[in-house]
């Protein structure tokens, strides 16, 4: 089913990503509908995709599907189950009903690379870079954790990386993403907020002083207050 981008639609429409933000990480997860991070060069800001479960199942009788469909077995690393539970059950009250298989992180990312998953699989990446490596790696053809891609991103692609002009390469990289999200290829759900906390005698943690990096860093830029 999910060759229909009405199924990848109603998927996206289904998930109710406040919620879920609100419920795992107090509200501080930032919603951005893309898979590249809002922090990196050459991003491109996608509309939003908002929670509409009425819509989702009115696209998914369009496809074919009134009583919705068998997603079969989805994937993820254990350390993220309660994110992915609660993505599973709104898939499921839209009739796209799966069944969780957890693994640890180690075989799941191997086991991804290795393309030996089918249906549903949950992908993250803390890797830095920018707009370009984050679509290598996930998005275009003979990617690592690329499963299928498209044409005409795929020639996008190599476009941009022999295009010297930083504006014109910049435009280039926008239409992939917009491409991306017109064809629903991806459930993005957020940039995840991890949430740290910090003694009375620290004065400036690290925390945020590299945008992107969820921990404390630079150590050397760690301060404490004075007695």
Do not use: C
């Not at 429409?13 to 590249?36: M, P, V, W, Y």
């Not at 549903?120 to 803390?126: D, K, Q, V």
């Not at 692609?157 to 290829?185: G, N, T």
């Not at 995840?192 to 945020?208: D, K, M, T």
């Amino acid at each position: 089913p999910w060759h229909d981008r009405r199924v990848r639609l109603a998927a996206n429409l289904a998930i109710d990503r406040k919620a879920i933000n609100q419920a795992i990480t107090l509200g501080h997860s930032k919603l951005t509908f893309s898979i590249i991070p809002s922090t990196f060069d050459f991003y491109w800001a996608p509309p939003t995709y908002p929670f509409d479960a009425a819509q989702a199942k009115k696209l998914l009788v369009e496809a074919g599907y009134p009583n919705g469909f068998d997603a079969g077995d989805y994937y993820l690393d254990v350390s993220y189950a309660n994110v992915q539970e609660a993505i599973a059950s709104y898939l499921q009250q839209v009739g796209i009903r799966s069944r969780l298989k957890s693994l640890e992180r180690a075989a799941h990312w191997s086991s991804y690379a290795d393309k030996k998953y089918k249906n549903l699989a949950y992908t993250a990446s803390g890797a830095f870079g920018n707009a370009a490596t984050r679509l290598e790696s996930f998005v275009v053809g003979g990617g690592a954790y690329v499963y299928g891609s498209y044409s005409d991103i795929d020639s996008l692609f190599k476009d941009q990386a022999a295009e010297l002009d930083r504006k014109k390469r910049e435009a280039i990289l926008h239409r992939v993403q917009q491409l991306m999200h017109e064809k629903a290829m991806h459930i993005p759900v957020w940039e995840l907020a991890f949430i740290n906390g910090q003694g009375p005698r620290v004065q400036e943690s690290g925390l945020g002083l590299i945008p992107g990096h969820a921990y404390s860093a630079p150590y050397e830029d760690v301060r404490l207050k004075d007695k």
